[in-house]
């Protein structure tokens, strides 16, 4: 009987778990539950068997062969159907964890975002900009310092070349009372180049002279 009823029960899929139990008796009722061919069958099954004989002391094969083994058929039930209080406590229990887990998550990322918004740069951030403000005065500074240190030491440079450049120029000789000769040749610079009577022009420091050669004197130098 337990086989064909193990076999019409596998067969139906609206079945979701076959429970083999018994309701009491002698040693004697377990040796059916460790009948081979029941053993087999429970283990072939393609629905999920519990073993719910109600003994202690004796093994039957069937607990090892089912699913699930439970001690009381009553245990059996509460495996198959939980007691609603039970799992709504469970659940509310559930939810406290996460409740707390959460809780505990946003405390934490509460502190790291304080700690955050407490550094200086998001605290004080006008002081960024007064940091950069004051290397930029004080760059500033630097490069208008350099720019007039070299445009002095330019400035400098060009006076004296300007002065060595005055003190080689012909105006420069002329302005302390010389005069350059000159003839029809170009510079007049040696006196046995010139004769008497040739006319001769001047080059003074303002202006100049149209003069005639009246006296000669060669081989004499001044300085």
Known sequence: AMLEALAALDARPEVDVIVLARG??????????SDERLVRAAASAHTPVVSAIGH???????????????S??????????PDVSEEY????EARVRMRNALGARLTQAGREL???LARPPFARPQTMIDVRESDLSSLRLWLRNHMRRALDSSA??????????????PQATLDRGYSILR?????????QNVSVGQNLHAILSSGSLELGVTTVH????HG
């Open 72 to 81: 009381t058929p009553t245990d059996a039930a509460k495996l198959l159907v």
């Open 89 to 92: 406590a469970g659940i509310a």
């Open 114 to 116: 304080d700690a955050i």
């Open 24 to 33: 009491g008796g002698s040693v004697e009722d377990l040796l059916p539950f």
């Open 218 to 221: 060669e081989g004499e130098r």
């Open 183 to 191: 003839d029809n040749a170009g510079i007049v610079t040696d006196a």
């Open 56 to 70: 202690e002391g004796d093994s039957p094969i069937l607990d090892l062969a089912a699913d699930v083994r439970a």
């Open 156 to 169: 400098a440079e060009q006076s004296n070349l300007l002065s060595r450049l005055r003190a080689l120029s």
